[in-house]
């Protein structure tokens, strides 16, 4: 079943302490995004990749790391992870970078707390 | 800047009716394109219809169209028919294909469909 994959689905952690969140894709897909969604500011793109070893900010970059080392893992890294960033992660991905072949399709999501 | 508005907070529909949900959009870029989503309080994310900048025909998907209007920079979601599943949460989203690969989304408009 072609699919994106997110894990872990809910995390809790504590202000400090580094925590990755993986996301996998099964279509073989050029572009691969994270988003954040949070309460009356729908989504916004914290980083993409348009292929292995290109990644570029988005619009909310700060406090967020990532890397593309292989076609279908795009991990998001949170080195120190602060209570603003408690939110829901959506991981994205999509055939390449034309036309309808920018078609996203979404991973469950990640809803995370930073106490 | 690329930008993204949805003015409805929240809609009401009566099942069965036709409802327009309302997108504008800005960029400068000649080559966009335009994406409806779908949330339903199950929280996933759900690719409903693609626009081009260039298509000449107004997209459709079922019970789904695009309502194109490029000089005003709006692209409405008409949703025909409603049924009960419709209810959910729906975003707007852009990307310009020559100024970026950054993809912007709307707040979102929540659509109640009321048996």
């Known amino acids: 079943e072609a699919q994106v994959t997110q894990n872990p689905r809910y995390l809790i952690t504590v202000t400090g302490k580094k925590l990755t969140v993986t996301c996998s894709q099964n279509?073989?897909?050029?572009?691969m995004s994270w988003y954040r969604q949070d309460p009356g500011l729908g989504l916004r793109q914290i980083y993409y990749?348009?292929?292995?070893?290109?990644?570029d900010k988005g619009d909310v970059p700060e406090g967020y790391k990532v890397s593309r080392k292989e076609k279908r893992n795009f991990p998001l890294i949170l080195e120190s992870p602060s209570p603003n960033q408690t939110s829901l992660y959506f991981c994205?991905?999509?055939?390449?970078?034309?036309?309808?072949?920018?078609?996203?399709?979404f991973g469950a999501g990640t809803r995370l707390s930073v106490l | 800047a690329q930008k993204i508005t949805q003015t409805q907070p929240g809609m009401f529909v009566q099942e069965k009716e036709a409802v327009t949900l309302d997108c504008t959009y800005d960029?400068?870029?000649?080559?966009?394109?335009l994406f409806w989503y779908k949330q339903p309080s199950s929280g996933e994310m759900i690719f409903l219809i693609y626009?081009?900048?260039?298509?000449?025909q107004n997209a459709t998907e079922g019970r789904y169209s695009l309502n194109f209007q490029k000089a005003r920079k709006s692209a409405n979601l008409v949703i025909s028919a409603s049924q009960l599943g419709d209810s959910a949460m729906y975003f707007c989203?852009?990307?310009?294909?020559?100024?970026?690969?950054?993809?912007?989304f709307g707040t979102g408009t929540s659509l109640t469909v009321i048996p």
């Open positions: 279509m073989n897909h050029e572009y």
């Open positions: 960029t400068s870029d000649p080559s966009y394109g």
């Open positions: 994205a991905s999509s055939l390449g970078a034309t036309g309808a072949k920018n078609i996203q399709y």
């Open positions: 626009q081009g900048s260039y298509d000449q």
């Open positions: 990749s348009m292929n292995v070893e290109v990644t």
């Open positions: 989203a852009m990307r310009g294909m020559n100024t970026g690969n950054q993809f912007y």
